[in-house]
């Protein structure tokens, strides 16, 4: 959870996405990832980026496939 200790920008941005706005939910998704103002957090990343590709938002559903399609890669590499 975003506190009020975080940036205004960062509230926002947590409060938009949790208004259902896909972008929103994407750009916090990659900062979850990227741990850009936020402590990187992979399980927090893919939950905010199924949200936003659950709207269709294209960006969001481009991230998954290649996100899961590296895993699956990587574990059929090491089989």
Do not use: C, N
Request: glycine share 6%; charged share 25%; net charge positive.
């Amino acid at each position: 959870m975003i506190t009020m200790g975080k940036p205004k920008k960062l509230r926002i941005l947590f409060k938009q996405a949790k208004m259902g706005k896909p972008h929103r939910m994407y750009a916090l998704a990659m900062r979850y990832y990227a741990g850009h103002g936020v402590e990187a957090d992979v399980e927090k990343a893919l939950y905010w980026m199924q949200l936003a590709a659950d709207t269709g938002y294209p960006p969001a559903e481009d991230f998954l496939k290649d996100y899961y399609f590296d895993d699956d890669a990587a574990v059929q590499a090491h089989s």
